[in-house]
């Protein structure tokens, strides 16, 4: 078969089609072209797996390869992704995670980290890795003179506990929380942290579960909390059960959607706000006159810069990209960091993303108050976002220049990320982005404004535009 390489090596994963783009000997080829290429002979490396039908298969072909070129593995198991961050930070090991996150079943992937749960991208190893594993396919690969180890680790009890130690949920009020776990990894991670199916203390919640049962083919919906039909169960059943709180995971468990008590969703920019005000002050706490700087992508809402500023921290905007951000953690010594897609990192947790810890702090400080989220999340949701809004467009430079013409004359132009065009009147301002996928043949927009009415039509006209 012909492999179409530069299809499924993303700029920050490994992701294709079952059978036709991921076969097990790619996977066994990239698992040698990763260890050669992080020099992991005589070292552990971690491997983990989602639900997918297909998982098991390749996370044991991975273990192949590995051992082959030396490396000792550490199976994991069925996990969330950041459960793999977990081992990956807590062992110093480097670790590959099978999952295509919030794709349909027919999808499947690997997420790297080096040793620390630090990040890989196509310009920080996965190229590398790439080239390796193509010259392995072709030539076949050597084993070493001391081939690898196996052992089977189990870890979901030592992340709970983890988790339990960075937010105590102990003294909130009771909470009903329904959680929509999308047949994903939240349905084993959920009962394990937020439960008490890790054997920790209960906790003042009341879980009504929905869709817990593993499912690699997603048999109620898309694991993809980001599309709003996703939701629609967990917004019912918030409403019916009279619940406080909702609570939506992707596939890989890695991302954490929030609606409140009327089935409204809380935009991850109002998440971002609160957990980056928990995080400053408890920083601040310790360390009186520390200099703390918390991250956000440039498609968060304006609440989140403001937050970080009137708790005297500094906020760092830095571009999209999973990979970038787990970098710009690093450089700049940031506590947090936020992003419109739902990714939360922690300095606490190596720098990785994780959604469930993002929903601790989310009922920590929720539970702490007495008024229902509709109404305590009003203070970080003070302006109109038109969410992400997505077009498949064949001629993108085309579509991009329409947009430049349209409003060189009265906005400022960024070209960062794509391309970001500001409003000039400060006192009823607006911005938008419009920025390709690196994953496909989509635009994508988000606006946001003072002003609803605004919003809306600076919306229409871009997207006009874009679809012309």
Request: charged share 20%; aromatic share 8%; proline share 4%.
């Amino acid at each position: 078969m012909t492999i179409d390489w530069n299809a499924i090596v993303k700029t920050y994963d490994v992701r294709g089609l079952v059978g036709s783009q991921l076969t097990p000997e790619i996977v066994t080829a990239l698992a040698a072209g990763f260890v050669d290429e992080l020099g992991a002979a005589g070292q552990d490396v971690v491997v983990g797996h989602d639900m997918r039908d297909s998982s098991p298969e390749f996370a044991d072909a991975f273990a192949e390869g590995a051992q082959v070129r030396g490396a000792n593995v550490i199976s994991i198991g069925l996990c969330s992704t950041d459960e793999s961050y977990f081992a990956s930070g807590s062992l110093n090991a480097p670790a590959a995670m099978f999952t295509a996150s919030h794709n349909p079943a027919s999808y499947n992937g690997i997420k790297f980290s080096r040793a620390g749960a630090k990040g890989i991208s196509l310009d920080t190893g996965l190229a590398a890795i790439r080239d390796r594993a193509i010259a392995y396919l072709a030539n076949g690969i050597e084993e070493v003179d001391q081939p690898g180890t196996f052992r089977d680790v189990h870890i979901l009890s030592d992340y709970a506990g983890y988790l339990r130690s960075l937010v105590d949920l102990s003294g909130i009020r009771p909470l009903k929380v329904v959680v929509d776990a999308g047949n994903g990894m939240g349905g084993m991670t959920v009962p394990a942290v937020l439960g008490n199916a890790a054997d920790l203390g209960a906790l003042p919640l009341e879980i009504v579960p929905l869709y817990f049962e593993l499912d690699g083919t997603f048999p109620n919906h898309e694991a993809n909390p980001l599309d709003p039909k996703n939701l629609v169960d967990l917004q019912k059943a918030v409403v019916e059960h009279g619940a406080d709180i909702g609570l939506a995971f992707d596939g890989d468990a890695d991302r954490c959607f929030v609606v409140d008590e009327q089935g409204n969703p809380v935009t991850p920019s109002a998440v971002a706000a609160i957990v980056a005000r928990r995080e400053i002050a408890r920083v601040r706490a310790a360390r009186p006159d520390a200099d703390i700087t918390v991250i956000h992508n440039l498609l968060t809402s304006r609440i989140v810069a403001e937050t970080i500023i009137a708790d005297g921290a500094k906020p760092h905007r830095t571009k999209v990209g999973h990979s970038l951000i787990k970098d710009q953690m690093a450089a700049t010594q940031a506590i947090f960091g936020g992003e419109h897609s739902a990714h939360y990192y922690f300095a606490d947790f190596w720098g990785a993303d994780n959604g469930m810890l993002a929903a601790m702090h989310v009922l920590a400080e929720f539970g702490a108050q007495d008024k229902p989220l509709s109404e305590f999340a009003k203070q970080y949701n003070p302006y109109f976002m038109s969410g992400e809004i997505n077009s498949t467009v064949s001629d993108v430079p085309s579509a991009k220049a329409r947009i430049q013409a349209a409003f060189a004359d009265r906005a400022g132009i960024e070209e960062w990320d794509g391309i970001t065009i500001t409003g000039t009147d400060a006192s009823d301002w607006w911005w938008f982005n419009v920025r390709a996928s690196n994953t496909e043949p989509l635009l994508r927009l988000n606006v946001e404004a003072k002003n609803e009415s605004v919003m809306a039509a600076i919306r229409d006209e871009v997207l006009a535009l874009i679809r012309a």
